[in-house]
């Protein structure tokens, strides 16, 4: 009885122990890591793929954003087999020490993988740098745009239409002159010298 249960033992042992080997691995694609670098960049690492795996980092510093891509293998690294999350921070925490997350960085290495193979290295294969939110500078230029068309119309409005000017009839000389004349001649042919200018005007009156 004592050797069946020393037995019986061993086989429960045995199959724990196997069962802890067939445990999935553990995986970290889709997984996000957000940390700043030294001069205050806000960046996210992700990751993706499986026994190849592609790091991307997205950074934004003031007024531009800037990324970077690295591949490698680090599942041939024992250590990241059985820990892989602490193999990507170990990478987030060298990149907080450096003021730019994508220069100066054409391999990311681990301590807990330094002794691994070099195709365990994350290497570097693109780059790029671009202007921080580009639609928002589309939607100021076009905002500029349409306060400058305001602007422009507010000053039609101020100047407004030019004062239309009275017309000025133009003055009769012809009959007035004429009537003014016959006036005169009578007045001097039948009045007195002195009353002349009198005479003149009730003339012109009873004619006109």
């Known amino acids: 009885m004592k ?3 020393i037995l019986f033992l061993l086989v429960v042992c045995g199959m724990g122990g196997l069962g802890q080997k067939l445990k999935p691995k553990k995986r970290s694609n889709g997984e996000e890591i957000s940390f700043r670098t030294k001069t205050k960049d806000v960046c996210t690492m992700s990751v993706s793929g499986d026994e190849e795996m592609k790091l991307r980092i997205e950074c934004k510093s003031q007024g531009m954003s800037y990324w970077c891509e690295f591949t490698g293998k680090p599942s041939v690294c024992r ?3 059985n820990n ?5 921070n170990q990478i987030a925490g060298e990149l907080r020490k450096i ?5 100066s960085t054409e391999v990311l290495k681990t301590t807990m993988c330094q002794k691994a193979s070099t195709e365990a290295l994350m290497r570097q294969i693109a780059a790029g740098m671009e202007p921080e939110d580009l639609e928002n ?5 076009q ?4 306060s400058m068309r305001g602007a422009g119309r507010s000053s039609v409005k101020k100047i407004g239409k030019p004062p239309i000017l009275p ?3 133009p003055t009769q000389h012809g009959e007035g002159s004429e ?3 016959e006036a005169m001649k009578l007045a001097r042919e039948h009045c007195w010298e002195s009353l002349h200018g009198f005479c003149s005007y009730i003339i012109g009156i009873f004619r006109g």
């Open 79 to 81: 250590a990241f087999r």
């Open 167 to 169: 017309l000025i009839k």
């Open 99 to 103: 003021p730019h997350a994508c220069e």
């Open 137 to 141: 500078q589309d939607k100021m230029v």
């Open 3 to 5: 050797s069946f249960a």
């Open 143 to 146: 905002k500029t745009s349409t």
């Open 84 to 88: 892989p999350k602490i193999y990507w």
């Open 179 to 181: 009537n003014e004349t």
